[in-house]
């Protein structure tokens, strides 16, 4: 009995640097991720909205308030995070139509939602700052 359980294979744990992502799975990934930090920043924004529209005094406190560099950076992020979510939700809508399913136009345009993202936060972010 023992001479049996020796023999018995260990489970294999998954190792998740090993792992390597096709672009089109990468590019789902930051879809879900930019989809859930839009959602979660939702009350920051909207307190930031409601503050500014207040009245005079909250519009200069929170235009104060954004001229921060980390509240910039945060911001940033955001643009981010929007522009990636637009855009592979836009590839998302054409997928579902059956249009660049396959291979090679998934990965076409999986890097023209990556170029077309990090373009639309550099010429936002560039406004930003």
């Not at 294999?12 to 859930?36: D, E, K, M, T």
């Not at 909207?46 to 909250?58: K, N, T, V, W, Y």
Request: positive net charge; aromatic residues 12%; hydrophobic residues 55%.
């Amino acid at each position: 009995m023992s001479n049996v359980a020796t023999k018995k294979k260990r489970p294999v744990y998954l190792n998740l640097v090993q792992i390597r992502l096709p672009l089109p799975g990468f590019v789902s990934i930051l879809h879900r991720a930019s989809g859930a930090l839009l959602f979660v920043s939702a009350v920051w924004l909207l307190f930031m909205l409601d503050r500014s529209l207040s009245s005079e005094a909250g519009f200069e406190s929170v235009r104060h308030y954004v001229g921060f560099p980390v509240v910039k950076l945060a911001l940033l992020g955001l643009i981010w995070a929007y522009c990636h979510h637009f855009c592979a939700g836009i590839r998302y809508l054409f997928l579902d139509l059956d249009k660049g399913v396959d291979l090679p136009t998934a990965r076409m345009s999986a890097w023209a939602v990556l170029a077309a993202s990090l373009a639309l936060t550099a010429f936002l972010g560039a406004k930003l700052w």
